[in-house]
C-alpha cells in the first residue's frame, strides 16, 4: 500500500490547530483565580438568588477581573461581616468596598472606586401631596418641616440630616416603601435608584415611585473600590493590572452599560 504524503497546506492547518490548542492549555493553566467576597443580602446590588450570586457590584467585579489578563473570576456571596474576615484572613482574595482605616490595614486599595453607590436620590411618590415642593428643592432647608422615612439603625440620618426634617422610622426595609406608597406616610427616603427601583417592583409600588438626584445630600455618595488582601503574595501587582482595566474607557462604558440596565425601569 502506497501512503500519499499530506498536502503542504493541510499539514498546516493541522499544526496550526495542535499549537492553538496547546496555547489555549497553556493560558488555562497560567490563569490566576481571584476570589471575591460579597454580601448576599443587598438586592439587587449584591445577593444570593436561587442559590447563585447575583448583583450589580459581582457583575462589576466579574466584568473587571476576566477583561484583566490571564484572571478567571470567582464570587461568593456571604453575610458581610464574614467576606470581610474572609478576606482579612486570607480565605478571599479580594472585595469591593469602601476603603476605611480598618479595611486599609489588611487590604490594598485601588486608587480609583469601581463603583459609587449613589443615595443622593430623594425616593417619594406620584401621589404626595408634597411633591412639587420635593421636585422644587435646592436645599436641605426647602425639605424643612417634611417627613423623611429611613430604616432604624442607620446612624447616617442623625449625623446628615438636620433635625428641622421629622424622622419616621421602620425596623426594616420593606416598611419604609409600605409607609411611603400604601400608608402615605411621610414624605421621601433616601435610596440608590436601583435599590428603591428593585424594592418598590417587589413590593408592588413601581408605578407609584419617582425620584430625583439632587447635590445637597452630605456624604451620600460612597465610593466602593477594589481591595485585594494584604495575605494575597501577588496583592500588589494583581492590583496594578486590575487598575489598569478600571481605569480604561471599556470598563467605563461597560459600567454604564450595567448599571443601566438595573435602571431599566426608570421613569
Not at 413601581?206 to 452630605?218: C, K, M, N, Q, T
Request: net charge neutral; with cysteine; glycine share 6%.
Amino acid at each position: 500500500m502506497i501512503e500519499t504524503p499530506l498536502r503542504p497546506s493541510l499539514l498546516n492547518r493541522l499544526t496550526y490547530a495542535v499549537c492553538f490548542v496547546a496555547y489555549l492549555v497553556s493560558a488555562a493553566a497560567h490563569a490566576q483565580t481571584v476570589r471575591m467576597g460579597f454580601a448576599d443580602d443587598i438586592p439587587p446590588l449584591s445577593m444570593r438568588e436561587d442559590g447563585a450570586l447575583k448583583g450589580l457590584i459581582p457583575e462589576l467585579a466579574q466584568w473587571l477581573v476576566e477583561h484583566s489578563g490571564d484572571f478567571t473570576f470567582y464570587g461568593e456571596g456571604l453575610p458581610w461581616p464574614r467576606a470581610q474576615q474572609k478576606v482579612e484572613q486570607g480565605e478571599l482574595d479580594a472585595f469591593l468596598t469602601y476603603p476605611s482605616a480598618e479595611r486599609q490595614r489588611y487590604a490594598l486599595f485601588s486608587a480609583s472606586p469601581v463603583y459609587l453607590l449613589d443615595s443622593s436620590y430623594l425616593i417619594y411618590s406620584r401621589h404626595n401631596p408634597q411633591r412639587a415642593r420635593l421636585e422644587q428643592a435646592q436645599s436641605l432647608a426647602d425639605l424643612a418641616g417634611m417627613t423623611l422615612v429611613a430604616q432604624r439603625g442607620t446612624g447616617y440620618i442623625d449625623d446628615n440630616i438636620p433635625n428641622s426634617i421629622q424622622r419616621l422610622l421602620s425596623t426594616h426595609l420593606d416598611g419604609v416603601y409600605h409607609l411611603l406608597f400604601r400608608r402615605g406616610h411621610g414624605d421621601f427616603t433616601l435610596a440608590p435608584p436601583e435599590q428603591a427601583l428593585y424594592s418598590a417592583q417587589q413590593l408592588g409600588y413601581r408605578e407609584a415611585l419617582l425620584y430625583r438626584s439632587v447635590d445637597f445630600i452630605p456624604n451620600a455618595r460612597i465610593p466602593l473600590h477594589l481591595g485585594i488582601s494584604r495575605q494575597q503574595p501577588q496583592a500588589a501587582q494583581w492590583l496594578a493590572a486590575l487598575e489598569r482595566t478600571l481605569n480604561s474607557a471599556a470598563f467605563r462604558q461597560a459600567r454604564e452599560a450595567i448599571t443601566a440596565r438595573y435602571r431599566q425601569t426608570a421613569p
